[in-house]
C-alpha cells in the first residue's frame, strides 16, 4: 500500500490576499508545532509577494524534502489536483489515501478538530478558509514572520515612504480605509465615508500629541482611488501604492493604526506588532488604551 506520510493539503479559494494569510499561518502554525509539510494551493498565486525561504516557497512548506512536495512545484500538479480536489466524488473515491479534516461545530477548524482527524499515513486535506490556531501562531510567530517578509522590491519602496514621514514626524497613524468591496458587503455595514476616516484620524491625532507630545502624521490607504480632497491638511498623505502588499508593509510600519473589521487589519496589526482600533460606525477614539495588537490572526 501507497503510504503517505506528514502531510497537510489546504484548499479554499476564500477571499483575497488577506483572508488566504489568514488560512495560511495558521495551518502554517500547526505543521510547524507537528512536524507537517503543507501545501497550500489557495495561497500558491500570491506567493511571488513574499521572500522565497528553502523551506517555504510556492505556498509550499517543506519541514523535509519529499517526492510528493517537488511533485507540487509543478504548475501542472497544481492545476490537476485543484481539480480532483473540488469533487466530493473523487474525495470519496480517493478515501484510501485522502483523509479529509473537517469542522466539528461550525464552520471554523480548531486544532482540536485537525489532532482529533489527522491520519498520518494518509494525505490530509482541508477544504475551509477559517482555520484556528491561534495559540501556535503566538508560539511560532517568529517562524512565520520570518517566512512571510515581503519581497526586497515590496520592502524597499515601503520603507522610502515611511523614511519620509519619520523625518517629518515623531508618530505615524495609519489608516485602511477599506471601501471597494466593503459597499455591498452585508449591506454595506462597514463602507463609511471619507470624513468619517478623517474624523477618525483627527481624533487619535489630537490624543497622541496631548499624551506624547509628538508630532503626528497620517497616512491613508485604500483600496479604492483616494480623492487629493483628502490631503487638503499638510499632516495628511495619501498612500501611491500600486499594489496590495505594498500598503500592508506601509500599515504595517506605522505606530498606530484604524480600520473596519478586516482580516487585511488584523494582518497588519499581527504581523508588524501594530496597536489596532477596529473602526464601527458609532466609534469615538478617546483613548490610546483603546488600540491593542492582534495576538491571533
Known sequence: MLVFRNLLIVYCDYGRLANRVHTHINALAWCIENNYNLINLSFCKYSYMFERDPRHKY?????????????FLLNSCKEFARKILLSD???????????QVRSNDSNIIEVSDINSQIHHKKINLIRNWDINCSELLEKHKTEIRNFLTP???????????????????GCIIGIHARRGDYVNYLNGIYYYPWDAYIKWAKETKKILEQTSKNKVGI???SDEKLPSSLAKD?????????????????????????????????????????????????????????FQVSKSC
Open 59 to 71: 505556498g509550499i512548506f517543506q519541514q523535509e524534502e519529499n517526492l510528493i512536495n517537488n511533485i
Open 89 to 99: 466524488k473523487w474525495i470519496v473515491r480517493l478515501s484510501w489515501f485522502i483523509n
Open 151 to 169: 519581497t526586497k522590491r515590496i520592502l524597499e519602496s515601503s520603507a522610502n515612504i515611511i523614511n519620509y514621514l519619520r523625518s517629518k514626524y
Open 219 to 221: 497616512i491613508i490607504c
Open 234 to 290: 499638510q499632516f495628511i498623505h495619501l498612500s501611491k501604492g500600486e499594489e496590495i502588499m505594498e500598503d500592508i508593509n506601509i500599515l504595517s510600519m506605522c505606530d498606530y493604526n484604524l480600520g473596519p473589521p478586516s482580516s487585511f487589519g488584523t494582518w497588519v496589526s499581527w504581523y508588524g506588532e501594530v496597536p489596532r482600533l477596529v473602526l464601527y460606525r458609532d466609534t469615538k477614539v478617546f483613548s490610546i488604551n483603546q
